[in-house]
């Protein structure tokens, strides 16, 4: 997902577009061990009660870590792709939205799992609902990217790359 593909290291200054990518693997990894937990859940081997500070802990971290990567995406990566690449704009919106859904769904989940009638089938609801978004945002952001590679010349991209560090 490097929107600066074919550009040199020195060009790509500190590779914040490969830092998006990395940010989707570190969520990835969120995710499955999220999972992990739940397949606990599932097969019997452990009660919501038993694990629900190891998820809620596995959430929290999650839920920062979504957060400030679309806050990076949309302060700097988003705003400048509407004004460069204007027709763009549904496909940024199409993302940003995901970017509530995701938002929510974590919140959701964390705020179920502090309540002290947390059930678990309901957990499993907004965890799945959770997973599907995160999966398809992800798709979606790659198919993005791989447009604004096609249509940026280096140049462009590399002001972008720019834009993004120290976000």
Do not use: W
């Not at 600066?4 to 990518?21: R, Y």
Request: charged share 30%; proline share 1%.
């Amino acid at each position: 997902m490097d929107i600066c593909a074919g550009v040199t290291q020195n060009e790509q200054m500190s590779g914040s577009f490969s830092d998006l990518e990395h940010d989707h693997l570190t969520v990835f990894r969120m995710m499955l061990e999220i999972e992990r937990i739940m397949g606990d859940l599932r097969a019997g081997r452990a009660t919501l009660v038993v694990v629900s500070d190891e998820l809620l802990e596995a959430l929290t971290s999650l839920e920062g870590d979504v957060l400030g990567h679309f806050a990076r995406e949309e302060a700097a990566l988003f705003l400048e792709l509407r004004k460069t690449l204007p027709e763009l704009a549904l496909s940024v919106d199409a993302l940003e939205s995901g970017h509530d859904r995701i938002s929510g769904l974590t919140a959701r989940l964390v705020h179920a799992l502090h309540s002290s009638v947390a059930d678990f089938t309901q957990v499993e609801i907004m965890f799945d609902r959770l997973r599907r978004e995160y999966e398809q945002h992800v798709v979606d952001e790659k198919n993005l990217l791989d447009v604004v590679r096609k249509k940026l010349p280096t140049e462009e991209r590399v002001r972008l790359a720019k834009l993004m560090e120290g976000l």
